[in-house]
């Protein structure tokens, strides 16, 4: 238990624990399986993603 600075009292801590990836109302079918097999893939653009960002976050200030 914490106190939270927002609420009154005490907020018990909560556990997430990770689930199978299921089909959703929008994710079902062909769209569901590309999902999965697009997270297999090595991620190649990982540094593009974060140059692109930094750049952002630099301009945003």
């Known amino acids: 238990m914490y106190k939270d600075k927002?609420?009154?009292g005490f907020v018990e801590e909560e556990k997430f624990m990770a689930t199978a990836i299921a089909p959703t109302p929008?994710?079902?079918g062909q769209d569901l399986v590309k999902l999965v097999t697009d997270l297999k893939k090595p991620d190649n653009n990982k540094d593009m993603r974060q140059k692109?960002?930094?750049a952002l976050l630099s301009?945003?200030?």
């Open 59 to 61: 301009i945003s200030k």
């Open 6 to 8: 927002h609420l009154s």
């Open 52 to 54: 692109a960002l930094k």
């Open 26 to 28: 929008i994710l079902k």
